[in-house]
């Protein structure tokens, strides 16, 4: 099979990239190793910032987003003793809107009507460095199958055949892991809170987020190795009571059945660069984020809205000068939100040293007394411009 970008991957970037090259005219056959069941149900964070909804909007995805998805104008930090609100409209004029990955993956699976092929194995990526790339991988019905192509497009996470088809002298690998995981929670109750609280806990950080008004999404930082079974959901409610302030200020908590449970591992990475020859990365293929801040997916949509424009002027004989510049524009907003979200995990996760828990509140107390301080949080968190 031949076309012109063979996407590897069928997550959000990779149907987003598929869907914005079919608007530009561009062929892509896109090849995935789950199903599409598993790609649809797996649970992500959910908080895009405003430069995302403009993509998907200008992509023709808004519509639903705008009619279920919720606009809130900012976060609540909090730690014992007190809550504080940080207005992001009144700081920077953008917003951010929850709409969880599920759903903006489900909008791109009914948008992009272009080849996805489901369910291969073996997947692998050939000649690279020379103008007649290829994908090798074997069908469902257990075929061997090649996909020729212009470009490759690698859109297939941290553990997909892509990042690691970059020799190992041709790139550069950063990361940082964290001593602490994540415990998500999905609940069929309505949110106790109108937007996300964002929780300083001396026994470890709590966040409080939101699917829908009848769906709450909770975490609880947790050593690594936890194992969930040991969080039966009685204890789950008790320890978010307790550390996101049950009971004070007359605020409270209220629980309601837990329908998934899980731990996050949270991780740092960045390989560089994101292009090698024809190859060219995008989304967490090239970059991992902890959790906190809600950057990933965001991250994945603005590699994307570069990418597309440049694989388009590139293959429509455009010139390469998008292309060339890829990687390292990409990187420039990589490093931003890698930087912010190292920054907001390292402010908000306890760890074992009460001179961190003394830096931390500091921290806490100046972003959230200082108009200056509040509005570089509120910047990265709501997302600079493309
Ligand atoms: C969610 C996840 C995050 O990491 C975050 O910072 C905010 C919200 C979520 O899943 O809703």
């Known amino acids: ?8 991957g069928a997550g959000p970037a990779g149907l987003l990239l598929a869907h914005l090259l079919d608007r530009a005219g561009i062929e892509s056959v896109v090849v995935e190793t789950r199903s599409q069941e598993y790609v ?10 405003q430069s995302s909804v403009d993509v998907l909007t200008a992509a023709g995805l808004g519509d639903r987003l705008r009619a279920e998805g919720h606009e809130h104008r900012g976060v609540y930090l909090q730690w014992p003793g007190g809550r504080h609100h940080l207005d ?5 004029g953008r917003s951010v809107w929850v709409y969880g990955q599920t759903e903006v993956q489900k909008d791109l699976v009914r948008a992009h009507g272009g080849p996805v092929v489901y369910e291969v194995t ?4 050939h000649d690279l460095t020379t103008d007649h790339p290829y994908v090798t991988y074997t069908d469902r019905d257990g075929v061997g199958r090649r996909l020729d192509a212009a470009v490759i497009a690698g859109c297939d996470g941290s553990f997909g055949p892509s990042r690691a088809a970059v020799p190992q002298s041709a790139r550069q690998v950063y990361e940082r892991t964290y001593p602490y995981s994540w415990l998500g929670v999905l609940a069929d109750v309505a949110p106790s809170t109108d937007e996300l609280i964002y929780a300083w806990h001396p026994d470890g950080f709590a966040l409080h987020s939101m699917r829908s008004p009848t769906v ?3 975490y609880l930082q947790v050593p690594n190795g936890t194992d ?24 409270t908590l209220t629980p309601g059945p837990i329908t998934e449970k899980s731990v996050l591992p949270m991780r740092s990475l960045v390989q560089t660069p994101m292009r090698h020859g024809r190859l060219f990365l995008a989304g967490d293929a090239a970059h991992i ?19 597309a424009p440049a694989l388009t002027a590139l293959l429509r004989g455009n010139g390469s000068a998008r ?3 890829y990687s390292d524009d990409a990187l420039a907003r990589v490093w931003r939100c890698t930087h912010f979200s190292w920054w907001m995990t390292t402010m908000l996760h306890a760890t074992s040293d009460p001179f961190d828990a003394q830096l931390q509140l500091s921290q806490l107390r100046w972003v959230t007394s200082s108009r200056a301080g509040a509005t570089g949080l509120a910047e990265n968190y709501a997302g600079l411009p493309l």
Do not use: C, Y
């Open 216 to 218: 709450s999404r909770l």
């Open 40 to 49: 649809a149900s797996r649970i992500r964070a959910g908080i895009l910032e």
């Open 1 to 8: 099979m031949r076309t012109e970008v063979a996407i590897v």
């Open 122 to 125: 073996d997947t692998a990526l």
């Open 88 to 92: 992001f409209v009144d700081l920077t």
């Open 228 to 251: 969930p079974q040991t969080w039966p959901d009685e204890r789950v409610w008790s320890e978010l009571a307790k550390r996101l302030g049950h009971g004070q200020d007359g605020w």
């Open 323 to 325: 292309a060339e510049r």
């Open 289 to 307: 984020v902890p959790p906190t801040g809600a950057k990933g997916l965001n991250l994945a949509i603005a590699d994307v809205a570069r990418l």
